[in-house]
């Protein structure tokens, strides 16, 4: 057999079929430009801080990234549900519900996690319900309807706590380092990714996305389109009272200010992560990825000794770098 020589043809037939099949995973899998961004941003990390790579400073990196995470898991449920529903009131939520372990309950003696627990958690789904009833039956649009609640839990919030009431040696506090063997923040995540994939093996979630994707098929077919979006906005609502529960576990205090900025790294995070706004494309996976890029970015920048004022410069940055491939996904599917 006489050997063929290669001339190239072949490398470049190859080159430009790998150039091509990366656009069609991209688009096939939209978290992985926030995979890739997560890799750049702790290598970068790494370089500044080398502490970053000691063991013994990993739970307390989980700790304080566990509330970026939770936020953009409780946003990207009713955006998946699709009509537009973007709900901004999941950073209000869990600094309200920061507010209420710290300067109600725990200030009042209340420190059984027995008590205070589901307290807050059905706080939480309650203030989802509300906001799912606004939008599906008030009929009002998802910004408008979440906006409003923004205001009302932000107040709420500062009446509770004017001034930051300290929380110290309560339950919470294991949750930002050791529980046990366990960082406590894969408690805190685990425990709405458990809640994710229990609805997932009742179909919950493939309903969600075919609601998010055509509704009106979706009601055709006979799902409940109502009670599957006021499930969502629930679902947001109980994700938001665990991050207000990792926050309080990092803070040990009350910190009614921090509503906006959570809401804005929730967005951010969700469409970094490839969930496309329309409703029906994108997931978990994605905020999951699109939460940790936005916090190795933060940390990055306090590293290198950037001035805090350029952070939410940044977040506004990456909300529309999200927002720029979501919609280019989205159009190519």
Request: hydrophobic residues 55%; aromatic residues 6%; proline residues 5%.
């Amino acid at each position: 057999m006489i050997p063929v020589k290669d001339d190239g043809t072949r490398t470049a037939r190859r080159t430009r079929v790998a150039r091509k099949r990366l656009p069609a995973i991209a688009t096939r899998h939209t978290w992985v430009f926030a995979a890739g961004l997560v890799v750049v941003l702790l290598i970068a990390n790494a370089t500044v801080q080398r502490s970053i790579l000691e063991p013994s400073y990993w739970p307390t990196l989980l700790g304080t990234l566990a509330p970026f995470v939770l936020v953009a898991l409780a946003s990207t449920v009713p955006i998946l549900a699709g009509g537009g529903g973007i709900d901004i009131s999941v950073g209000p939520t869990a600094t309200l519900t920061n507010c209420l372990l710290a300067a109600v309950l725990f200030a009042n003696g209340w420190t059984s996690i027995w008590v205070t627990l589901p307290i807050v958690l059905v706080v939480g789904v309650a203030i989802g319900v509300l906001n799912g009833v606004l939008v599906v039956f008030g009929r009002l649009q998802p910004v408008i309807a979440t906006l409003a609640t923004f205001f009302v839990l932000s107040g709420i919030a500062l009446k509770i706590s004017p001034n930051p009431v300290p929380a110290t040696g309560n339950w919470t506090s294991k949750l930002s380092g050791m529980v046990g063997p366990v960082p406590g923040a894969l408690i805190t995540i685990g425990a709405a990714l458990v809640v994710w994939l229990v609805l997932w093996r009742l179909r919950y979630v493939s309903t969600l996305k075919s609601v998010g994707g055509d509704d009106v098929a979706a009601f055709s077919a006979g799902v409940p389109v109502a009670k599957v979006r006021i499930g969502a906005y629930a679902l947001a609502g109980l994700f938001a009272a665990i991050a207000g529960i990792a926050l309080t576990a990092v803070i040990q205090t009350s910190a009614p200010s921090l509503a906006t900025t959570y809401s804005l790294v929730a967005l951010a995070a969700v469409s970094l992560g490839g969930t496309s706004l329309l409703g029906g494309i994108g997931g978990m996976l994605g905020s999951v990825l699109g939460a940790s890029a936005i916090y190795l970015l933060q940390e990055l920048l306090a590293g290198a000794g950037v001035p805090t004022s350029y952070v939410q410069f940044v977040y506004g940055l990456l909300l529309v770098a999200g927002v720029v491939l979501s919609g280019l996904a989205t159009r190519k599917r």
